[in-house]
T-cell receptor, first 115, second 114 residues
Framework: ETGVTQTPRHLVMGMTNKKSLKCEQH?????MYWYKQSAKKPLELMFV???????ENNSVPSRFSPECPNSSHLFLHLHTLQPEDSALYLC??????????????FGSGTRLTVV | KQEVTQIPAALSVPEGENLVLNCSFT??????LQWFRQDPGKGLTSLLL?????REQTSGRLNASLDKSSGRSTLYIAASQPGDSATYLC?????????????FGKGTKLSVKP
């Protein structure tokens, strides 16, 4: 257990479904992130939240919608996804905004399959 | 644009061997460099964090070095064990640009044979 908990661990959804991924950290960190890991590609940053405010949207399609209701929770709402969106979605947090001093802590990820 | 390269892409060694994993990056203006371990289908476990002002960090059998000017880092694993089998990822945090944009390499997949 790394201190960053992601649920569900696995998710299979149809292209017309709406689902949400959840991330929770009780490390007292101030920033949270969503990353996408596709086969054969490096991890890609999707969203950054610092002190509950979104500071970065890395040109992610609107079918992905993040939500950060408080500093401990982060959601990724999914709707009308495409099969190419199938990937491992990883949540991370950092004590300081940007991970300058202490680096990042990652969760175990949600394996998403879009059918 | 920062690019991170890890060589080799895969490595297989017998148990007990000492080994070195390599990471190179194109832009030396970094805040820090972090090494992670990823088991199949799992998330990332942080191994070592090296700040740009540091030359190396050690944790148990692991030693990571950083040569910022040449854009290189190495992860040294002593007396490898089958339990070390995993993919090892290197990531750098840049100055400027996107806040919190950790740039990853594609990883080195390590297999330690009993």
């Amino acid at each position: 257990e790394t201190g960053v908990t992601q649920t569900p661990r696995h998710l299979v959804m149809g292209m017309t479904n709406k689902k949400s991924l959840k991330c929770e950290q009780h490390l007292g960190h101030n920033a949270m992130y969503w990353y996408k890991q596709s086969a054969k590609k490096p991890l890609e940053l999707m969203f950054v939240y610092s002190l509950e405010e979104r500071v970065e949207n890395n040109s992610v399609p609107s079918r992905f919608s993040p939500e950060c209701p408080n500093s401990s929770h982060l959601f990724l709402h999914l709707h009308t996804l495409q099969p190419e969106d199938s990937a491992l979605y990883l949540c991370a947090s950092s004590q300081d905004s940007g991970g300058l001093d202490y680096g990042y802590t990652f969760g175990s990820g949600t394996r998403l399959t879009v059918v | 644009k920062q690019e991170v390269t890890q060589i080799p892409a895969a490595l297989s060694v017998p148990e007990g061997e000492n080994l070195v994993l390599n990471c190179s990056f194109t832009d030396s203006a970094i805040y820090n460099l972090q090494w992670f371990r990823q088991d199949p289908g799992k998330g990332l476990t942080s191994l070592l964090l090296i700040q740009s002002s540091q030359r190396e960090q050690t944790s148990g059998r692991l030693n990571a070095s950083l040569d910022k000017s040449s854009g290189r880092s190495t992860l040294y694993i002593a007396a490898s064990q089958p339990g070390d089998s995993a993919t090892y990822l290197c990531a750098v945090l840049n100055y400027g640009g996107s806040q919190g944009n950790l740039i990853f390499g594609k990883g080195t997949k390590l297999s330690v044979k009993p």
